[in-house]
Antibody, heavy 121, light 107 residues
Framework: EVQLVESGGGLVKPGGSLRLSCAASGFAFSSCSMNWVRQAPGKGLEWVSSISASGTYVYYADSLKGRITISRDNAKSSLFLQMNSLGVEDTAVYYC??????????????WGQGTTVTVSS | DIQLTQSPSFLSASVGDRVTLTCRASQGIGTYLAWYQQKPGKAPKLLIYSASTLQGGVPSRFSGSASGTEFTLTISSLQPEDFATYYCQQLNSYPLTFGGGTKVEVK
């Protein structure tokens, strides 16, 4: 079964850091470009970051650039998102998601269940 | 950055209705557009990619079309399981962006 399972979310104080992880299974992870998408409570979807299959190319949302780093470990079929200098506006459910056919132009066809990040003092 | 404007934001409809949702891009994106359905507490689900190609397993009552920078998602006969929020996403260039969503509610 194709599956993405996120972890690492939780409660963090403003200014803190968090590292999200996504464990992939059931498909050739090393061949797939991947994404992080978030959704603040009661709000719409917001694209956060993307990474190519090899990890060579990375892309970030302007609002988060400089505070986040996307990475992957293909040997362990894992995707990561390091988030620093967190603010209350970063409170959201963070989804790990796979590009269809490893082609970013095709949309995202597999999503994890999400991990919740809450930034509060 | 490319902005996507979805309309309407809310739509009240009844089972059996034909509904049309619109997504307008701030500049040309070709057919690099996807549509997703999201139900409360769940991850989004890919419905349509490349503006008009139906994702495998998605009912044929869903269809997508494009005309210039305007894209539409049509549900030909609304079913009870279709009440949800729908999002478009442009995949033409980074940063990727989503529209604000259209919530389809029971009339």
């Amino acid at each position: 079964e194709v599956q993405l399972v996120e972890s690492g979310g939780g409660l963090v104080k403003p200014g803190g850091s968090l590292r999200l992880s996504c464990a992939a299974s059931g498909f050739a992870f090393s061949s797939c470009s991947m994404n992080w998408v978030r959704q603040a409570p009661g709000k719409g979807l917001e694209w956060v970051s993307s990474i190519s299959a090899s990890g060579t190319y990375v892309y970030y949302a302007d609002s988060l650039k400089g505070r986040i780093t996307i990475s992957r470990d293909n040997a362990k079929s894992s995707l990561f998102l390091q988030m620093n200098s967190l603010g209350v506006e970063d409170t959201a459910v963070y989804y790990c998601a796979r590009d269809k056919y490893s082609n970013p132009a095709m949309g995202v066809d597999v999503w994890g269940q999400g991990t919740t990040v809450t930034v509060s003092s | 950055d490319i902005q996507l404007t979805q309309s309407p934001s809310f739509l009240s409809a009844s089972v059996g209705d034909r509904v049309t949702l619109t997504c307008r891009a701030s500049q040309g994106i070709g057919t690099y557009l996807a549509w997703y359905q999201q139900k409360p507490g769940k991850a989004p689900k890919l419905l349509i990619y490349s503006a008009s190609t139906l994702q495998g397993g998605v009912p044929s009552r869903f269809s997508g079309s494009a005309s210039g920078t305007e894209f539409t998602l049509t549900i030909s006969s609304l079913q009870p399981e279709d009440f949800a929020t729908y999002y478009c996403q442009q995949l033409n260039s980074y940063p990727l962006t989503f529209g604000g969503g259209t919530k389809v509610e029971v009339k």
